[in-house]
């Protein structure tokens, strides 16, 4: 299973950006489906998760953030809104789920990263 994120990009602060991810490969099941960021000499943190109990945030971009999800395309978005230098960081696209290859054994997958930098 491989992960393929887009959308990140240089935003001045206010503005909005829109990232999206796509699984494909070998997809048995896709459980939960979220995004990560790592800013500059920082760990890489929750941002926000979808799956069947709902929806996670983290608390800086509650109300700024909304995750959705697509699940006929294998796929999760991340509309970032009212964005802040704060928010600049590598985000990482991450799902749960089973290969058709090992169904017994749920992974966890990550994506590339996409780039984004809000600075004016």
């Known amino acids: 299973v491989q992960l393929q994120a887009s959308g990140g990009g240089l935003e001045q602060p206010g503005g909005s950006l829109r990232l999206s991810c796509v699984a494909s490969?070998?997809?048995?099941?896709?459980?939960?489906m979220g995004w990560f960021r790592q800013a500059p000499g920082e760990q890489r943190e929750l941002v926000a998760r979808?799956?069947?109990?709902?929806?996670v945030y983290a608390d800086s971009v509650k109300g700024l953030f909304t995750i959705s999800r697509d699940n006929a395309q294998n796929s999760v978005y991340l509309q970032m809104n009212t964005l802040k230098p704060a928010d600049t960081g590598v985000y990482y696209c991450?799902?749960?789920?089973?290969?058709?290859?090992?169904?017994?054994?749920?992974?966890?997958?990550w994506g590339q990263g996409t780039l984004v930098t809000v600075s004016s």
């Open positions: 991450n799902a749960d789920g089973r290969d058709q290859r090992n169904i017994l054994s749920p992974q966890t997958y």
């Open positions: 490969g070998s997809i048995f099941s896709i459980d939960a």
């Open positions: 979808i799956g069947r109990g709902g929806t």
